[in-house]
Nanobody, 121 residues
Framework: QVQLLESGGGWVQAGGSLRLSCVSS??????MGWFRQAPGKEREFVAA????????YNADSVKGRFTISRNNAKNTVYLQMNNLKPEDTAVYYC????????????????WGQGTQVTVSS
């Protein structure tokens, strides 16, 4: 039974930082990604990388502020979020794919329950 467990969300003032973590139980995945969903909006892509970390993808809205990384020995993917803005407020979801790393939610096989990130102005 594969499970993805996110942690690290919380409340922060604009300009602050948070680091999200996602641990996958049971196996290492080729593609790991982060998506987010704000109230009243559709889920959107944030960042993704492949197994070696050689390919990384970031949404334009977070480029230069968010960094995805992973520790395969710990089956963990991280999302370092700096210079947070109120528009970054959302539930952040970790996602895993067996053989692909993309920006498309439909390509991911497993999802975590999400962690809330709230940024106040």
């Amino acid at each position: 039974q594969v499970q993805l467990l996110e942690s690290g969300g919380g409340w922060v003032q604009a300009g602050g930082s948070l680091r999200l973590s996602c641990v996958s139980s049971g196996r290492t995945f080729y593609g790991m990604g982060w998506f987010r969903q704000a109230p009243g909006k559709e889920r959107e892509f944030v960042a993704a990388n492949n197994l070696s970390g050689s390919n990384r993808y970031n949404a334009d809205s977070v480029k230069g502020r968010f960094t995805i990384s992973r520790n395969n020995a710990k089956n963990t993917v991280y999302l370092q979020m700096n210079n947070l803005k109120p528009e970054d407020t959302a539930v952040y979801y970790c996602a895993a794919a067996g053989n692909i790393a993309t920006m498309q939610a439909a390509d991911y096989d497993y999802w975590g329950q999400g962690t809330q990130v709230t940024v106040s102005s």
